[in-house]
């Protein structure tokens, strides 16, 4: 089914390791962004690509650098873990209508120990 | 700035009454206004938007949303409730005059339907 897909499910980290999170898209979607949904807290956003070969800073983007490898790709890379990173983190993709809402993948849950 | 708020941290109700999940917003525009559905260990899932027009829009599920623009609201509803509609739920907002920027979510409303 098309959509969007994210990788890995689980990933426990300890504190000062890197990692990479991917995200890929097939819907032909311009836009692409990385949410961290935390308890009380709901959705923050981490980065965004409005395009290919454009990226910016959502709210919360210290910690973290993203990569739009092309259309399909979305990267969020964590150089070097922190407990404060435990978190699960979404990928979506959107069209780039002022209408278009989200579709999201199913989350990637990360622990930092 | 773009803000939501969903002032309810949780909602109960019992199955077969309805049910309404509140989220007010602010925009310095115009509102393009969504609301997404989180069951548990899953992704968010959209569940219906207000873009122009009727101010009453159905969506997934046998939802509803009524856009108020006087109370600046966008409150979800379902007639009757379900067991398997207990989720998490997110409303969100993007001001129309701010071109194709990101979604703004509110903290999200736990529903809880007791059987």
């Known amino acids: 089914n098309a959509g969007v897909t994210q990788t890995p499910k689980f990933q426990v980290l300890k504190t000062g390791q890197s990692m990479t999170l991917q995200c890929a898209q097939d819907?032909?979607?311009?836009?692409m962004y990385w949410y961290r949904q935390d308890p009380g807290m709901g959705l923050r956003l981490i980065y965004y690509?409005?395009?290919?070969?454009?990226?910016d800073k959502g709210e919360v983007p210290n910690g973290y650098n993203v990569s739009r490898l092309n259309k399909r790709e979305f990267s969020l890379r964590l150089e070097s873990a922190a407990p404060s990173q435990t978190s699960v983190y979404f990928c979506?993709?959107?069209?780039?209508?002022?209408?278009?809402?989200?579709?999201f993948g199913s989350g990637t849950r990360l622990t930092v120990v | 700035a773009q803000s939501v708020a969903q002032p309810e941290d949780q909602v109960n109700v019992a199955e077969g009454n309805p049910l309404t999940v509140k989220c007010t917003y602010s925009?310095?525009?115009?509102?393009?206004l969504f609301w997404y559905v989180q069951y548990p260990n899953r992704g968010l899932q959209f569940l219906l938007k207000?873009?122009?027009?009727?101010?009453l829009v159905k969506g997934s599920y046998g939802f509803e949303a009524e856009f108020n623009k006087s109370q600046t609201s966008f409150h979800l509803k379902k007639p009757s409730a379900l067991v398997s509609d207990s989720a998490l739920y997110f409303c969100?907002?993007?001001?129309?005059?701010?071109?194709?920027?990101?979604?703004?979510f509110g903290k999200g409303t736990r529903l809880s339907v007791i059987a």
């Open positions: 979506a993709s959107s069209e780039v209508v002022r209408g278009g809402g989200y579709t």
């Open positions: 819907m032909n979607h311009n836009s």
């Open positions: 690509s409005a395009s290919e070969g454009t990226t």
């Open positions: 925009v310095s525009g115009n509102p393009y």
């Open positions: 207000y873009i122009t027009g009727d101010n």
């Open positions: 969100a907002v993007r001001d129309v005059s701010k071109g194709n920027t990101p979604l703004v």
